[in-house]
């Protein structure tokens, strides 16, 4: 056997630094070593497909090269990487998986568990960035708590609503609000 005792780390050729998947596209971002080429072509492949080069870049200055990939499906699983040639030779940075999430829909899943006996946590997604508000009301329709929750942006949250322990046992409503959009469910409160 050798050993191989290294004085450093060792480079890279070209490094993702960055995946971000939404339902409609996915953008990559690398970033390439000293020695890395400068001009690529991006690939992919489905699970069940061979690789195919959907686009061709460039590093920019700084040794980025941003691609954003605005043909996939919801839902699909893609692999990517990067090609080119050197010295004759095809070559290759390593693959990545990326998920692609199904579309995002307004949901409140509602009191986590329910009846609520200790902290009152609430289960909902959020189908975009923008203004969102999650009240708890008693059965008269009077708010008891209001929370601004559109800064948590598009996708499946879990909060606690309320600072204390001290909502009083009773039968309430939960309310999500965003946009036109109203959904609604019941919670019981036990303690």
Do not use: M
């Amino acid at each position: 056997a050798q050993r191989y005792f290294g004085d450093g780390p060792t480079p890279v050729l070209v490094a993702l630094v960055s995946v971000e998947a939404l339902p409609n596209r996915v953008t990559l971002t690398w970033q390439r070593g000293e020695v890395a080429p400068h001009d690529v072509r991006v690939e992919r492949r489905h699970e069940v497909e061979d690789w195919r080069v959907v686009g061709r870049a460039s590093f920019d200055g700084a040794g980025r090269l941003r691609f954003e990939d605005g043909y996939v499906s919801a839902g699909s699983r893609y692999a990517y990487r990067l090609g080119w040639s050197e010295a004759g030779a095809e070559r290759f940075s390593a693959e990545t998986w990326v998920d692609v999430p199904v579309a995002l829909t307004l949901a409140l899943e509602g009191a986590r568990p329910n009846p609520v006996v200790g902290p009152f946590q609430v289960a909902f997604t959020l189908q975009r960035a923008e203004a969102a508000t999650l009240e708890l009301l008693d059965v008269a329709g009077r708010q008891v708590i209001a929370r601004d929750v559109g800064s948590f942006g598009p996708g499946a949250h879990v909060i606690r609503l309320g600072e204390c322990n001290c909502t009083p046992p009773g039968v309430y409503w939960l309310r999500l609000t965003q946009s036109a959009r109203s959904l609604v469910k019941r919670a019981v409160v036990v303690r």
